[in-house]
């Protein structure tokens, strides 16, 4: 795995060095919670396009670049609050909504939609559902907490902590995640269906939440194959670079 941290490579298969801007339209500008949606999934289609298109795209996030938990319109004053999209982000936090938007597949969902338990397709200021919490109920927290876990487990191993192989099986699915990366992303841009990058990143974050947690006494351990910190900023270059086309922020600490 040469340059394991390199997400947009893992995930597109070349780098980042355009020229010009990724689309990001301010969803709290919108009206209804429908049209914020609208807008989250057009640029969410808009940027997995630029990924894959002939032009090389501009340049992504940045490996070293530290990123926060805090969300401007569930954690800082001053945000408006006058249309339902607005109390939505204050109720559930961009990073939540826009995740929430682009995880389903109709494009004119009825009200109570939903995809899974308390995961309302159309989350709102009155029944944000489990967008609302920074739990693994929450899809949106499960992958920012993969990304920060993932690169904070690099992080800890070049300041000298031990290192420690997963166990076979585990290591190899999430060598398969890793390589269905690409496949996932060409079908997700094809297809204009953002909802295909959401479940493939869900995969990977839930393939590495089961090596990270295996246990230390499994019977067979991968030695001198996939090691410290090659897989973890493999995992979190590509959460990163995916997060990123959805036009979420990927938190790089615990």
């Known amino acids: ?14 780098d980042w060095t355009g020229e010009g801007r990724w689309p990001r339209t301010p969803l709290h500008k919108s009206g209804p919670i429908a049209q ?11 940027r997995i396009f630029q990924a894959v298109a002939t032009e090389p795209p501009p340049p992504g996030p940045q490996e070293d670049e530290e990123v926060g938990w805090r969300d ?16 939505t982000l204050a109720a559930v936090g961009e990073d939540s909504a826009r995740i929430a938007f682009c995880r389903s597949i109709p494009e004119y969902p ?20 489990a967008w609302a919490r920074l739990t693994e109920a ?3 927290f499960r992958l920012r907490y993969a990304h920060a876990h993932a690169t904070s487990r690099v992080r800890w ?9 997963g166990c076979v099986a585990h290591t190899a ?3 398969r995640c890793l390589f269905d990366g690409p496949s996932a992303l060409d079908a997700a841009a094809h297809r204009e269906e953002p909802h295909i990058l959401v479940r493939y990143l869900e995969t990977l974050a839930s393939a590495y939440d089961e090596w990270r947690t295996c246990s230390h006494g499994a019977p067979e351990r991968v030695e001198g194959t996939v090691s410290e910190p090659e897989l973890p900023a493999a995992v979190a270059g590509v959460l990163r670079t995916g997060l990123f086309l959805l036009g979420v922020s990927a938190p790089t600490r615990l």
């Open 1 to 14: 795995m040469e340059a394991a941290a390199d997400g947009p490579r893992w995930l597109t298969g070349r």
């Open 110 to 129: 009825r009200e109570r939609d939903s995809t899974g338990r308390e995961l309302p397709v159309l989350p709102s200021a009155e029944y944000p559902g």
């Open 36 to 46: 914020a949606r609208r807008h989250a999934r057009a640029d969410a289609r808009a």
């Open 173 to 175: 699915e999430v060598r």
């Open 72 to 87: 401007p319109y569930r954690d800082e004053e001053g945000v408006e609050l006058l249309t339902p999209a607005a109390r």
């Open 138 to 140: 929450n899809p949106a």
């Open 157 to 165: 191993v070049a300041e000298g902590a031990p290192v420690v192989d």
